[in-house]
């Protein structure tokens, strides 16, 4: 029998309630299509270095830029005849250093032609800032000694990729595939599978990994552990940001798919790696696979979930923090559902002793958004903090409240069921 948690009693007696109810902010939300006739787009991703520019990364290998909400001719880069691309596989993600302007550089994340997963760094060209140079292609190199991760199946990629507010880029690995973790990947130590992993990139050109292990990481210096963990207990964490921006907390917040049951959010306050969320001896709050023992503990379990009969497939998303959508919305999360074309934004309650949320006030925005709500692969924000939707089905959208904002510048848990086909990771 599941373990009663707050956030199951929520759910039980609550959340179909609280979907159910009025709207507490003030604007009513709408979607501004910013982008369109895009392929499979998986990533919505701001130039660091010019406010008026972003990329859309799309899973078949080409990254498209926008500049001043026009697409241009020419990609940033164009992968396609470097990776494994079909389900899950594909160019999963993308990050600029937070040096950019001064450094060129940028990450990339997809499955390669042998179906394994690479992150790449690349170089800005110097004869145009909008392209990347292919030759500068490297890519890092593991603790396993590698320069790529195995994948012993061709789903739960995962793929994200981000820089921290710390300055370490954070990489999001799922379990490996097939179903239930077969090998019990997330739990394992020794595993990259399934876990959150912490690097610092800022090293010289000529380092021959491409990064150094942060020493403030939990594992740094345990036997038996991969040192690149940060955080372990994942299926599928797709789609994860940091709370940044105005009044943001630096807290780390996880869409992680799940089995059959459950999808789930985590919250991370900033700065608290070596946490163990649990899977495969947990589905959300749920008891499942409890054969193997776990890696560590304690567990900790979503801040918010919710059942399959809601949705199948979660896509993290961001907590709000810029101004077009007004004041009621800022500090709420937004999250989708792929699968079932659905979008909700949920409040955060932020304990200041302790930096850990809770979920409150849950609202439903599928029917303001329309079609807009429709195959939400990710989500993404610009420099001014406004929220975007990137719908798989080839449209990136604004949202907006009552006010229009100015052009483009510069409780719920798990996933599909195993043979449950869905073109995004």
Request: with cysteine; charged share 20%.
């Amino acid at each position: 029998m599941p373990r009663l948690t707050p956030a199951v009693i929520i759910f039980a007696i609550g959340t179909l309630a609280a979907l159910a109810l009025p709207h507490s902010a003030s604007a009513q939300l709408h979607a501004a299509a910013v982008a369109s006739g895009l392929s499979q787009p998986v990533a919505f991703v701001q130039d660091p270095a010019d406010a008026d520019v972003q990329v859309i990364v799309e899973q078949g290998g080409r990254v498209r830029v926008l500049k001043r909400g026009v697409l241009q001719t020419v990609d940033l880069i164009d992968l396609s005849n470097d990776i494994a691309f079909g389900g899950e596989q594909g160019l999963l993600g993308l990050a600029f250093a937070p040096d950019f302007a001064q450094s060129g550089r940028v990450f990339l994340s997809f499955t390669n032609r042998a179906g394994n997963s690479v992150i790449a760094r690349f170089t800005r060209a110097s004869s145009d800032p909008l392209r990347l140079d292919p030759a500068s292609r490297f890519d890092l190199q593991w603790s396993t000694g590698e320069r790529f991760i195995r994948q012993p199946f061709t789903n739960h990629n995962g793929g994200n990729i981000i820089f921290g507010p710390d300055g370490y880029l954070y990489v999001g690995f799922g379990d490996g595939g097939s179903g239930d973790d077969p090998g019990a990947r997330a739990q394992n130590p020794q595993e990259l599978l399934g876990k959150m992993l912490r690097l610092d990139v800022s090293v010289g050109d000529d380092d021959p990994e491409g990064f150094d292990v942060p020493a403030s990481n939990p594992f740094a210096h345990s036997d038996g552990v991969r040192p690149e963990i940060w955080d372990v207990g994942m299926r599928n964490p797709w789609r994860w940001s940091f709370d940044t921006g105005r009044g943001g907390t630096g807290a780390l917040v996880i869409g992680d798919v799940g089995q059959s049951a459950w999808e789930e959010v985590d919250y991370e306050p900033g700065g608290r790696g070596g946490r163990n969320y649990g899977w495969r001896n947990r589905e959300g709050a749920h008891d499942h696979i409890v054969s193997r023992p776990l890696f560590s503990a304690p567990l900790h379990d979503p801040i918010w979930e919710y059942s399959h009969a809601e949705g199948q497939c979660i896509t993290g998303g961001y907590v709000y923090r810029g101004r077009a959508l007004g004041d009621d919305y800022v500090g709420r999360y937004f999250f989708a559902d792929f699968t079932a074309n659905r979008v909700w934004s949920v409040a955060l309650t932020v304990d200041p002793r302790t930096g850990e949320a809770t979920a409150g006030s849950i609202v439903e925005h599928t029917p303001e958004l329309g079609s807009a709500a429709t195959s939400i692969s990710s989500f993404g924000v610009d420099s001014a903090g406004e929220l975007y939707l990137v719908s798989y089905s080839g449209t990136v959208y604004r949202l907006e409240g009552d006010t229009p904002a100015a052009p483009v510048r510069g409780r719920h848990r798990t996933g599909p069921s195993e043979g449950t086909a869905h073109p995004r990771p």
